[in-house]
Nanobody
Framework: QVQLVESGGGLVQAGGSLRLSCAAS????????MGWFRQAPGKERVSVAA????????YYADSVKGRFTISRDNAKNTVYLQMNSLIAEDTAVYYC?????????????????????WGQGTQVTVSS
């Protein structure tokens, strides 16, 4: 199993940047594909970005392409989400998720039901 703790959220003006971190417990972090999701008030939780366990493959939702970057440091058991050019529509609770499966190191997942492990979330608020 893995436990996930997000940090780095906060209040930022439109156009600003934040970097979210998700620290994972356990010694097998490199075995997990990771994802970032977000949930705005009254809306469903949606995928924002995902990264394979090797870190070679990444996915971005269309709404964040060119503005957000997902990365991982397996030595630090941490996955990051660098968010630039933030807009009001980015306001949400951001969740980190982890999934272990036997398969290719290049696989990543984008569906909520594909992830078994979740963090508690961190609030990001963008003021316009």
């Amino acid at each position: 199993q893995v436990q996930l703790v997000e940090s780095g959220g906060g209040l930022v003006q439109a156009g600003g940047s934040l970097r979210l971190s998700c620290a994972a417990s356990g010694r097998t972090f490199s075995s997990y594909a990771m994802g970032w999701f977000r949930q705005a008030p009254g809306k469903e939780r949606v995928s924002v970005a995902a990264i394979s366990r090797s870190g070679d493959n990444t996915y971005y939702a269309d709404s964040v392409k060119g503005r957000f970057t997902i990365s991982r440091d397996n030595a630090k058991n941490t996955v990051y989400l660098q968010m630039n050019s933030l807009i009001a529509e980015d306001t949400a609770v951001y969740y980190c998720a982890a999934e272990f499966r036997w398969g290719r190191d290049s696989d990543y997942y984008t569906g909520i039901r594909e992830y078994h492990y979740w963090g508690q979330g961190t609030q990001v608020t963008v003021s316009s």
